[in-house]
């Protein structure tokens, strides 16, 4: 990642030009001061603090008493005596194993329905984008909680079919779908790195495809998947770090609770209230250091996992 | 992959290629109707919110419709005194200070450190490179308990301190990287003639790369200024009293409140709340969506 081109060689100590050496000693002081916000930064907003969320981790401590060592109490709690810990994991990895997979199909089929130069294309493209836009903001997810409701336009919409409605918000089988729901509608920022994807094959690919006599559906396997497969990694990447830390519209819609009966409870929201609720500050940094690992494991694992089916171009047809 | 070479050009078209050549005639028609179909499912909860925030309290209980029946600008009145004591103009002003903060943060602290990152060489760069790239995976989850436990015992909670002052210290690795990549991509040669001229590297930094890189800095002010203003979890936080809220934090207000009352005008503050969004989509909206397919922000 460091351009070793220009950096001058060992050789070239003697050789180099006078200005050599106190410029470069000059420039690595510059290059210092530049970095200077983002290393106090990177000290104290971000290091020190993780190193002190650690060491809370291991103590009580609700802000107005020094915290008290506690050892591994907050840990233990934690894994064998809080249902609803388990509740916030089962909740957050069913949101994050269903929305994932759905935004990315909705994106990847628009995707596919664009990408010919068609007539009105670019507007299209914005107005698509539109929900991603706005989506993550309090306001969207309020008038989800009404679109939803007992007395929403969703059961209106149903009526109009025959199909009875029900609060969906209010029941706990379905109040997750409407999350997911809501995650999905986003698809505008991942149809859009499709987009640029799909730009990028080669139209001869699809060509010989076709003489080989491949059909619409044996391209799309066999020629747009593989050779879209950085992308959609890229894509579920991204996505799926976003899914695990999804907050706004699980809180802003079941009011501050997670409910009804934890169904919405996501990691992040159960974290949220136990630290900003009640503050059990050593109890929310046992779990932040959970999360944090978790989420490592989980990334690892994405990536690990893109060995086996993420197809680069350079790599050729072996 | 073997392809058949010996298949007559002429019979091609009856196979389709998805780029390029034509489908058939009707293929364009049915493709414009699924799109405008999903086109109008993905924008109906946007239509439905502006519609109902004209409509009664009555009327949004029993009317799904987009259209009002009766026209009632009354709600965004009543929405705006909504609060007992503090007007949605409060919240505004808040939320413009924030966002404003944020962005002249992001600007400034995440293009000096760009800077020295693409165009200097000092000791420990890669590896300090390395932990700018750690830091982007770093869920802020993670940090909000200390860094609620620092900004309480700086007594910073209940200003716009908490939200801004971190953005001054390049805390929004994304960006860093975004203006390191764009950096990287302004010819050398530039830097090495101002050198020549006996520039030193501040006077490089503000007079030859800065100015090349507003593209950048545009994509980079677009985008703080809209996460910055859809933002909830960290104002959530740090936002406890009345005067200090935010918009995202009043709109809550609305909810907290019960009663059908209730309702009307805070659809109307919530088709305000996303005023600032779409200008900003409509002004940038071209960079908008063509930065996503290079830098792969998202929204």
Known sequence: ?318 | MATTTVAPVATSPAAPGPAGQKGRWYEGIAAHVVLIAILLVALYPIAYMFGTSFKSPQEILNNVNVFPRQFSPGNYVDGWNGIPGVTFGTFFLNSAVVAIGVVVGNALACSLAAFAFARLKFPLRGFWFAIMIGTLLLPHHVLIVPQYVLFNSLEWINTPLPLIVPKFLATEAFFVFLMVQFMRGIPRSLDEAAEIDGCGPYRRFFFVVLPLTKPALVTTAVFSFIWTWNDFFTQLVYLNDLDSYTVPIGLRLFLDSSGQAAIAPMFAMSVLSLVPVFLFFLVFQRLIVDGINTSGIKG
Do not use: C
Not at chain 1, 282 to 292: H, N, P, R
């Open chain 1, 1 to 318: 990642m460091v351009d070793t081109a220009v950096r001058p060689t060992p050789a070239g100590r003697h050789a180099a030009p006078p200005r050599g050496r106190p410029g470069r000693r000059k420039e690595a002081i510059a290059g210092y001061v530049f970095l200077s916000p983002w290393l106090l930064g990177l000290f104290g907003i971000t290091l020190l603090p993780m190193l002190y969320s650690l060491y809370l981790s291991f103590t009580d401590y609700d802000l107005l008493q020094d915290p008290e060592w506690v050892g591994l109490e907050n840990y233990e709690r934690m894994f064998t005596g809080d249902p609803q810990f388990w509740n916030s994991v089962g909740a957050t990895l069913l949101f994050a194993i269903t929305s994932v997979p759905l935004k990315l199909a909705v994106a990847l089929g628009v995707a596919l329905l664009l990408y010919r130069n068609r007539r009105g294309v670019g507007l299209y493209r914005s107005l698509y984008y539109v929900p991603s836009l706005l989506g993550g903001s309090v306001a969207i997810a309020i008038v989800w909680q009404t679109l939803f409701g007992g007395q929403g336009a969703i059961n209106g919409l149903l009526a109009v079919f025959g199909i009875p409605g029900r609060a969906w918000i209010a029941d706990p089988a379905f109040a997750l779908g409407t999350l997911v729901i809501l995650a999905a509608w986003q698809f505008g920022a991942p149809m859009v790195i499709f987009l640029a994807g799909l730009k990028q094959i080669p139209t001869e690919m699809f060509e010989a495809a076709a003489l080989d006599g491949a059909g619409r559906i044996k391209q799309f396997w066999h020629v747009t998947l593989p050779l879209l497969s950085p992308v959609l990694f890229f894509n579920v990447v991204l996505e799926t770090i976003a899914g695990f830390q999804g907050f706004t519209a699980a809180f802003v819609i079941s009011g501050g609770t997670g409910g009804p009966a934890d169904s919405t409870l996501l990691y992040t929201v159960y974290l949220y209230l136990r630290g900003f609720g009640d503050f059990q500050m050593g109890y929310a940094s046992a779990m932040a250091w959970v999360f944090l690992i978790a989420l490592g494991v989980i990334t690892a694992f994405v990536f690990r996992s893109g060995s086996l089916w993420v197809h680069y171009a350079d790599e050729g047809d072996r």
